[in-house]
């Protein structure tokens, strides 16, 4: 059984630029969720997908934006970045809403 | 609006000793109560968990206590290990909210040798 994996490890972009990143569920799991992790902060929720539809999110703007396969792996969609957007960037997979999550390594994002 | 509030934001204990962290809540809709290990580099490992039908789970040298009156819970580390040193998070959700996890501030354990 293979954990939850994501892409790229690393990352760096100017503002105003677009990013995508990537996110493997845990093998047999359906429900996805993005959080943001600023440094030396507790990670933040951002959106959660539970079989390809979102099922609720936190406070972020719109320009953050998801999207989940049929396989159940998922994408978070930022536009416009700005500064404040550097951060790691963590994906947790659990089987079903009320169960628990496994988080990956995350994606760190930095924007210069 | 902070929901969960972390305290120590550090905390450096010797080898064998008991380390303790304690979190506050302030969502009575809460049920649902995680601890998070997390190390450099890596993304959070759910350490233990409880509900609040229950006061204390323990889980080999790790023990939640939880007190559903002052909205409270704490982790308490006994035997603590250099192997533990790492920034530990509380967290708490509500099914309500779709179990979506509200994270305290986290406490960085230095365990020395």
């Known amino acids: 059984e293979t954990g939850v994996t994501q892409s790229p490890t690393h990352l760096i972009k100017t503002r105003g630029q677009q990013v995508t990143l990537r996110c493997s569920s845990q093998s047999g799991h359906n429900t996805v969720s993005w959080y943001q992790q600023a440094l030396g902060q507790g990670p933040q929720f951002i959106f959660q997908?539970?079989?390809?539809?979102?099922?609720g999110r936190g406070n972020f703007p719109p320009r953050f934006s998801g999207l989940q396969f049929p396989n159940y792996s998922s994408e978070l969609n930022v536009n416009a970045l700005e500064l404040d957007d550097s951060a790691l960037y963590l994906c947790?997979?659990?089987?079903?809403?009320?169960?628990?999550?496994?988080f990956g390594p995350g994606t760190r994002l930095l924007v210069l | 609006q902070q929901q969960v509030k972390q305290s120590p934001q550090s905390l450096i204990v010797q080898k064998g000793g008991i380390s303790i962290i304690n979190c506050a809540y302030e969502n009575t809709a809460f049920d649902y109560f995680p601890w998070y290990q997390q190390f450099p580099g890596k993304g959070p490992a759910l350490l233990i968990a409880?509900?609040?039908?229950?006061s204390e789970k323990k889980e080999g040298r790790f023990t939640i206590s939880f007190n559903k009156s002052a909205k409270q819970f704490s982790l308490h580390i006994m035997d603590s290990q250099p192997g533990d040193s790492a920034t530990y998070f509380c967290?708490?959700?509500?099914?309500?909210?779709?179990?979506?996890?509200?994270f305290g501030t986290g406490t960085r354990l230095a365990v020395r040798p």
């Open positions: 947790a997979s659990s089987n079903n809403i009320k169960e628990t999550q496994y």
């Open positions: 997908y539970y079989r390809e539809e979102e099922n």
């Open positions: 409880i509900r609040p039908d229950v």
């Open positions: 967290a708490a959700s509500s099914a309500s909210s779709g179990d979506k996890l509200t």
